[in-house]
């Protein structure tokens, strides 16, 4: 598939602490992580999909160790109306727009 992986390593500094209490919701929760987690993205549009992205990773994660987030972009026939059938594509578009490839 047509998976993209954002990977930063870095290691835990109080440098980024004061920008962070301008985000709020999944941002906040994402630049706060320390280890792998998973999102849902149920009801998000392209435009959310791209603040989401560029609030959290437009700069490096202040992590002590690498971390995978998973992104739940769809689903079953049961919850699909509640994704975007384009969510995946907003992600990747965002992500390159910020450096990822």
């Known amino acids: 598939g047509n998976s993209l992986q954002p990977a930063f390593t870095t290691h835990a500094s ?13 941002s906040k929760e994402i630049r706060e992580a320390t ?7 149920g009801g998000y549009d392209e435009k959310q999909v ?14 002590p160790e690498m971390v995978r987030f998973t992104f739940v972009v769809g689903g ?3 919850v699909r109306q ?19 490839n």
């Open 14 to 26: 109080e440098g980024n602490m004061a920008a962070l209490t301008e985000l709020s919701g999944l």
């Open 76 to 78: 079953g026939s049961k």
């Open 50 to 63: 791209d603040k989401l992205v560029k609030e959290a990773f437009t700069q490096p994660l202040q992590v």
């Open 35 to 41: 280890e792998s987690e998973q999102f849902d993205l």
């Open 82 to 100: 509640k994704y975007d059938p384009n969510l995946q594509k907003y992600m990747s578009k965002s992500l390159q727009e910020i450096g990822f």
